[in-house]
């Protein structure tokens, strides 16, 4: 999980910087720095995937991981839910990057939580091999 963990947070990383630089040629003045919001997610999901790739700090790290995916995936739809219900309209690069960054954090937020269950169920099975043996 702490590779995909990875790939995604770089992802994220790579959508900000892709936005920022897409309103920025399309434009011609400088955007704002909100158009940054996905890289600001993904570079401490980046950190904390490697730091995931220690066992010994496997635990927290990927649970900070998917508090920050949880955060990805619940921020952007509340901006859609308030840009929708004030009658407000979003340009289309903001609409694909909120829907990108909701994409790629429910993603990885739904690989944390099988990862989670799996774990537990092994330790489960290894606590119920262990008082049977």
Known sequence: MAKISL???GL???LGLGVFGGFRLGQGEWPSPTALIPSFLG?????????????????????????LALLGVVLPLLRLL?????GGE???????????????????????????VEARRARAAAAAEESAG
């Open 7 to 9: 790939c995604l947070g």
């Open 12 to 14: 994220l990383v790579l």
């Open 43 to 67: 570079i401490p999901i980046v950190l904390l995937g490697w730091l995931a790739l220690r066992p010994a700090c496997r635990r927290h790290a990927m649970h900070l991981v998917s508090l």
């Open 82 to 86: 308030m840009v929708l219900f004030s």
């Open 90 to 116: 979003l340009g289309a690069m903001t609409l694909i990057s909120l829907g990108l960054t909701v994409l790629l954090s429910a993603l990885l937020l739904g690989g944390c939580v099988k990862s989670f």
